[in-house]
């Protein structure tokens, strides 16, 4: 069943998160500054998939109108996920997410991360701590014995106590052979519900947090997902494979 990864599976999904890793850890920092557009951080992204012999796994997808442009999914303050790379300039202040699929070999790597462009303010920066921390107690609670409710409680609990919401309307996935696999992740929900988590599955956890409401809507490009009330959302995503009864992390740098 796909839904289980052998070792050997969960090797090669992580050589395809490893790209993005470096990506994420390496690379992009240096770039991503007051000035640069969207559109040359998707250039970046692009050349560096390829330089390592994989393929950008988002360029294609159908999408309502058209299928995705660009190697990257860019989504600037109150764009949630999806957005598409173009000639916005970034401005000191911005945060910006950028969220990125490798295929390597036929393998699939899934990971997100939100970035501060110059100085950003008070509420922005903690937006960032609370939704990354998010997804390191989700992470910690995707383990045999459990089930995907109690991730989602987990990631939901965090996040409202913060003051802030999460997206109801995305979730994080099975992922390896394919982008999306099942079981669906939500971020929300209610403990001991869901699924059991088993050995070898291979999950996105993925919690987009909102600084208002959890609402979204959909821009006229069908892809672009904004937060309804204009206020800024966050996203950061790791893939990761449940191996000795707990998760290790495959996008995170080794
Ligand atoms: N990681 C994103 C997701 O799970 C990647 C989307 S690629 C896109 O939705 F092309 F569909 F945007
Ligand atoms: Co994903």
Redo the contacts with the bound molecule.
């Keep these: 069943m796909a839904l289980i990864k052998t070792l050997e599976d969960i090797k090669e999904i992580k050589k395809a998160n490893q790209i993005i890793a470096r990506l994420y850890t390496d690379i992009l920092p240096k770039y991503i500054k007051p000035g640069i557009s969207t559109f040359e951080i998707d250039k970046i992204v692009d050349d560096y998939i390829r330089s390592q012999g994989a393929i950008p796994?988002?360029?294609?997808?159908p999408?309502i109108y058209e299928?995705?442009p660009?190697a990257?999914?860019i989504s600037v303050n109150e764009e949630v996920?999806?957005g598409i790379p173009n000639g916005r300039i970034l401005q000191d202040g911005d945060i910006v997410s950028i969220?990125?699929?490798t295929i390597l070999n036929g393998y699939y790597g899934?990971?997100?991360r939100t970035y501060a462009v110059g100085n950003i303010d008070d509420e922005a920066k903690k937006l960032l701590e609370v939704t990354e921390k998010s997804r390191t107690i989700g992470i910690e609670n995707a383990i045999v014995g459990n089930r995907l409710g109690d991730i989602g409680h987990a990631i939901q609990q965090y996040v409202e106590k913060n003051g802030f919401s999460v997206v109801r309307d995305?979730a994080g996935?099975g992922?390896g052979h394919k982008?999306?696999e099942d079981p669906m992740v939500p971020n929300f929900g209610r403990s001991g519900r869901g699924f059991k988590i088993q050995e070898g599955m291979v999950l996105?956890i993925?919690p987009m947090v909102n600084v208002g409401t959890y609402k979204l809507n959909m821009k006229d490009d069908g892809?672009t997902v904004v937060t309804k009330d204009g206020k800024r959302s966050a996203h950061f995503?790791h893939s990761i494979a449940i191996v000795d009864g707990k998760a290790i992390i495959l996008s995170e740098l080794d």
């Design positions: 796994g988002c360029i294609g997808v999408g299928p995705f660009a990257t999914c996920v999806h969220d990125t699929v899934d990971s997100a995305y996935h992922v982008m999306h996105a993925e892809w995503e």
